[in-house]
C-alpha cells in the first residue's frame, strides 16, 4: 500500500521514484508494476549492463 501510495503521489507531483537496492528480477517486475521504472541495483551483470548501454546509444562494442 505504502508504495503504491509513494508512486501515485510521485506522479500527480510530476517526480520520478528510483527504487534502491533492488536485487532480484521479481522485485525489479514488481516495482514496474506499481509504476517504478527507475533502480539502483539491478541484477544484470556488467558486460551484459555495458552491451546495453552502447546499444541503446548506437555504439558498437565487440
Known amino acids: 500500500m505504502a508504495q503504491a501510495l509513494a ?4 506522479e500527480f ?3 520520478d521514484v528510483v527504487a534502491e537496492d533492488i536485487e532480484t ?5 514488481h516495482l514496474q508494476a ?5 533502480a539502483q ?10 552491451q546495453r548501454l552502447l ?4 555504439i558498437e562494442y565487440t
Open 13 to 15: 507531483l510530476r517526480l
Open 55 to 58: 546499444r541503446e546509444r548506437g
Open 34 to 38: 506499481i509504476g517504478c521504472y527507475y
Open 25 to 29: 528480477e521479481h522485485q525489479q517486475q
Open 41 to 50: 541495483g539491478c541484477p544484470m551483470p556488467a558486460d551484459e549492463a555495458l
Open 7 to 10: 508512486t501515485f503521489k510521485s
